[in-house]
């Protein structure tokens, strides 16, 4: 149709300009060809750009969405690595936390151990005192059953004929004298059956000079008669100066050194009966004589 509209135009210039060769004009209409020829391979080239065009605009929509993909998911990527790095955080916070109490469980341990050491230093060295107080207390057994034995072969008939006991209670060696052989009721002079006893008794004791003898006087629970009132209010009184002729008679007689020897008396409450009979009382009323360890005064004491 263009091609046409040029042929003509072409023609209608020819009338107008006069008389045209007729290679001039063929001429023309080639150039008319080619010109077409040429609009056609630009449209088609058009085409193809638009073509082109179109398809880089899709290409660029794709991208533009991979792009926001690829945006968002950064973004993902972000956050997930902030909160990774704030667990990081925090488990590096947990894992200081769980060293500082490793080391001061560490510390504990170490401080338990070295308390284990002293407290096993110190069992052994109660262990080794408690070796050496048993063998010395075993020597002392041993020791008071000696004398215990030499007590008994020495008294023998004494014992025999009930004037007097020996006990020997956890090592503590004891005699005990009934006040029917020492003193008359109400009394604190001994009788002489009583002195005899006594006499024998203090023999054998001065045969231990490293015991200390310790006289107790010890009445029942009657109290005191009218008549003896005056001189003896009460049974401490009684208890006492019966445990101090006792004294008397061990050191003057006897000759016991007087600082091995000590009065006492606890009047009625120490029973060894009941004082509800004749028989407890006649128990209750006695001289106790304790043998305890004697200890001699420093050098250059009074």
């Known amino acids: ?42 449209k088609a080239a058009n085409q193809t750009l638009r073509d ?49 109490k490793i080391e001061a469980m560490r510390q504990q341990l170490d401080d338990m151990q070295q308390t284990n050491d002293s407290l096993l230093a110190t069992i052994q060295d109660l262990n080794r005192a408690l070796e050496k107080e048993k063998i010395a207390r075993e020597a002392r057994l041993a020791k008071v059953k000696n004398t215990y034995d030499q007590l008994v072969g020495a008294l023998e008939q004494e014992i025999k004929r009930g004037e007097l006991t020996i006990s020997n209670l956890e090592g503590q060696l004891s005699v005990n004298l009934l006040n029917q052989i020492l003193f008359d009721s109400g009394e604190t002079s001994i009788k002489p059956e009583g002195k005899k006893v006594l006499k024998s008794l203090g023999d054998v004791l001065n045969k231990f000079p490293d015991k200390a003898l310790q006289i107790e006087g010890h009445t029942d629970n009657v109290q005191i008669s009218s008549r003896l009132k005056e001189k003896y209010p009460t049974n401490w009184e009684l208890s006492t100066a019966r445990a101090t002729s006792v004294v008397h008679f061990l050191q003057d007689v ?49």
């Open 1 to 42: 149709m263009k091609r046409v509209y040029l042929i003509s135009l072409l023609g209608l210039i020819l009338l107008l300009t006069g008389c045209v060769s007729k290679n001039t004009y063929q001429q023309k209409v080639n150039e008319a060809d080619l010109l077409t020829q040429d609009v056609g391979d630009l």
């Open 254 to 302: 006897v000759g016991l050194p007087g600082d091995r020897l000590v009065a006492s008396g606890y009047s009625q409450y120490r029973p060894v009966a009941d004082n509800e009979t004749p028989e407890g009382r006649a128990q209750n009323r006695r001289i106790q004589i304790l043998l305890v360890p004697y200890k001699e005064k420093p050098a250059g004491s009074e």
């Open 52 to 100: 082109e065009k179109t398809q880089l605009q899709d290409d660029l929509s794709a991208l533009n969405a991979r792009l926001v993909d690829v945006l968002k998911q950064n973004s993902k990527l972000q956050r997930d690595l902030l909160a990774a790095g704030a667990a990081q955080e925090r488990q590096e916070d947990n894992l200081t936390q769980r060293q500082q």
